[in-house]
């Protein structure tokens, strides 16, 4: 077992793996930029070492000062968290290179799997069933319009680097390709380094629906049931829960053994996600595959009772899994709170926290890095909580969300719980009829006195 594991990353992330390593009884090293000194990863981790200002390419994102930052410690494993450096295959091998163990995939599982295009093609030969799409990327215009014409609109470019909605354009009707082509290549571009496009059958109204998977060194699998993660603005998710409102157990299954499948077509080691779209049929399709922890991994481990982060350091230290597939014995929601104002185009609020008061009971989990007196930085994604909460029901796991919302109190700066107060007395959502455009068609109520 490792003696002692650097977190490459920030915030509730970084505070989440830091307690399951003191369990585990791990010594952590904390990373910080100047911004995040005063972060609670930074607190409670047993060293620190600041690697640059508060750029993401200066601090988080340089590989170099991370290294450093692993050999001045004399730490034997790295956890990349998600975002940043998680999915980044040149940090994972350089990592080999120094010894030191990196925490999630392998450099040629991540180049594998990282890249739209070469991921459909392996899923393709793994039998798992694709959108239909083009083979391979997009040479040019031509071959662009051609693609589309004989598929038949509406179509979906995407960027093959793409993440968070960057690079992506639907187009429903030829007269709109040229000039999606030419926008989703220039950000692509400038988001990525890399404006190589494929393109997709564009799903209507579909469900987007994920599989946790995890695999260890000796090639098994096992999965951990789904997460429904439809509820999303600009490709970004609000909300997530499991078990999905939409599954059936035969849809369970067949997905499960689709997503393992896959994972032990790879031979893939650690955590990872298997993304899915699900028509209104109940036809399923492979988007993506995630080679990290994902956000969300807190209702999977709150439905079946699994310590995810524990399993990715377990299988990253060789020891192997059960095999056991797991099915959801409650049910989870998890609201992100973001410091963003929900009747202002979700714009980013950072600035200080002069008040916070964080609910509580039976089933409410809430993983966080902020306090009252903490200063938002206005340089990472505006996440800064997680509210989760478990029941035997769905429709107790709403009650229980709508309870601990109106006991979150969070002043100084805007937030998104105004916004998820809303989504849970809204009748589609409560009756679990929603899709990815469920954000399209709905607009907030004004703001209400208090």
């Known amino acids: 077992m490792f003696k002692k594991i650097l977190i490459a990353n920030r915030g509730e992330i970084a505070l989440r793996i830091i307690r399951t390593c003191r369990e585990m009884g791990i010594k952590t090293v904390a990373v910080y930029s100047t911004a995040d000194a005063e972060s609670l990863h930074v607190r409670f981790a047993d060293e620190a070492v600041c690697i640059g200002p508060p750029p993401s390419n200066l601090s988080y994102l340089k590989i170099s000062n991370i290294i450093a930052a692993a050999e001045i410690t004399n730490a034997d494993a790295i956890h ?89 354009r639907a187009v429903l009707k030829e007269e709109n390709l040229e000039d999606a082509w030419d926008s989703a290549r220039q950000e692509s571009a400038a988001a990525f380094g890399n404006d190589g496009m494929y393109m997709e059958k564009l799903i209507l109204e579909p469900r987007h629906i994920e599989i946790q998977v995890v695999g260890d060194s ?45 994972a032990e077509f790879i031979n893939y ?55 056991k597939n797991y ?34 009971g039976h ?21 800064i909580a997680k509210l989760i909460t478990t029941a035997q029901t769905r429709e107790e796991a709403i009650s229980k969300m709508k309870r601990a919302l109106d006991e979150f109190v969070i002043e100084g700066v805007k937030t998104t719980i105004p916004f998820h107060r809303q989504l849970m007395d809204h009748p589609d959502y409560v009756d679990g009829n929603y899709t990815t455009k469920f954000m399209e068609d709905w607009k907030m109520d004004p703001i209400k006195e208090e």
């Open 218 to 262: 000796t090639g098994k699998a096992c999965h951990l049931s789904e997460r429904d993660c439809s509820i999303q603005r600009r490709h970004q998710k609000l909300t997530e829960e499991t078990p999905s409102p939409f599954m059936t157990d035969k849809l369970r299954k067949q997905m499960g053994d689709a997503a393992v499948k896959a």
């Open 327 to 360: 099915f959801p014995k409650l049910h989870s929601i998890e609201c992100r709170i973001n410091a963003e104002d929900p009747y202002n185009g979700f714009r980013p609020s950072p600035g200080k926290i002069t008040n916070l008061h964080a609910p509580g």
């Open 80 to 168: 990349p968290g998600y975002g940043f450096l998680a999915e980044n295959s040149k940090f994972s091998k350089i990592c080999q290179e120094h010894n030191i163990k990196f925490i999630g995939a392998s450099p040629d599982m991540i180049d594998k799997m990282g890249d739209k295009a070469s991921a459909r093609a392996t899923m393709t030969a793994a039998g798992v069933p694709c959108i239909p799409g083009s083979e391979g990327l997009l040479k040019d215009y031509a071959d662009c319009l051609k693609t589309a014409q004989d598929m038949g609109f509406p179509v979906m470019l995407k960027a093959t680097a793409g993440g968070g909605g960057k690079g992506m």
């Open 269 to 323: 080691e650690g955590a990872g996600t298997v993304e899915f779209l699900v028509d209104k049929h109940r036809n399923f399709y492979f988007m993506e595959m995630n080679t990290r922890i994902q956000v969300e991994h807190p209702i999977t481990e709150q439905v079946i009772d699994y310590d995810l982060i524990r399993e990715q350091i377990l299988v990253a230290a060789g020891i192997p899994l059960s095999g």
């Open 363 to 383: 089933g409410v989990r809430i993983d966080t890095h902020v306090y009252s007196g903490y200063s938002i930085p206005p340089n990472y994604d505006s996440m």
